[in-house]
T-cell receptor, first 114, second 114 residues
């Protein structure tokens, strides 16, 4: 069975600091990769996704992620965080051929201090 | 802009009672998914439904849990004889085409069993 690991449970940064959240998955075949964000009291929103092609994916709100197949990783990055980025971030994976089930990591809480 | 609508947002039930959680998918979406998030855990797939059909219920507990998506009306996740361990956030999601299509999540229903 697939598993997804998010390395950090809680990250605290000051505004303008750079962000990198780690995500590793266990499945060895073709995968689709996602990052979702959940702002306090709101639904999960899709930040970005990778299906194929350029392994550097750009998403909304200045976020990007890089798929490194050899490392089974899909880390999320943002060069300069803002207070409004305070949220919980979830990495998710599904198998690339005909699968609809998403396997989620446990999430990383990001707190940005003004 | 009606996204995936879930209600109630918060539900408190005593042990042994029934909980019913409702989900109206995004307009135009005919595929519905239910996920559960236990405290300090990532979201876990429970069930995938299309109108009047359960496609995959491999993530549903074998007893007390059931789901439906009738021809008319919202999808319902039903938990009979709730126990404390059922306390969790239940997220509904929907998309248009099952595999390969971005899944959109609702805001979740928080069940507390006292």
């Amino acid at each position: 069975a697939q598993s997804v690991s998010q390395h950090n449970h809680h990250v605290i940064l000051s505004e303008a600091a750079s962000l990198e959240l780690g995500c590793n998955y266990s499945y060895g075949g073709t995968v689709n990769l996602f990052w979702y964000v959940q702002y306090p009291g709101q639904h999960l929103q899709l930040l970005l996704k990778y299906f194929s092609g350029d392994p550097l994916v750009k998403g909304i709100k200045g976020f990007e992620a890089e798929f490194i197949k050899s490392k089974f990783s899909f880390n999320l990055r943002k060069p300069s965080v803002q207070w409004s980025d305070t949220a919980e971030y979830f990495c998710a994976v599904n198998e690339g051929t005909g699968s609809y089930q998403l396997t989620f990591g446990k999430g990383t809480k990001l707190s940005v201090i003004p | 802009n009606a996204g995936v609508m879930q209600n109630p947002r918060h539900l408190v039930r005593r042990r042994g009672q029934e909980a019913r959680l409702r989900c109206s998918p995004m307009k135009g979406h005919s595929h519905v998914y239910w996920y559960r998030q236990l405290p300090e855990e990532g979201l876990k797939f429970m069930v995938y439904l299309q109108k009047e059909n359960i496609i995959d219920e491999s993530g549903m507990p074998k007893e007390r849990f059931s789901a439906e998506f009738p021809k008319e009306g919202p999808s319902i996740l039903r938990i009979q004889q709730v126990v404390r361990g059922d306390s969790a956030a239940y997220f509904c999601a929907s998309n248009t085409a099952g595999t390969g299509d971005t899944i959109y999540f609702g805001e979740g229903s928080w069940l507390t069993v006292v």
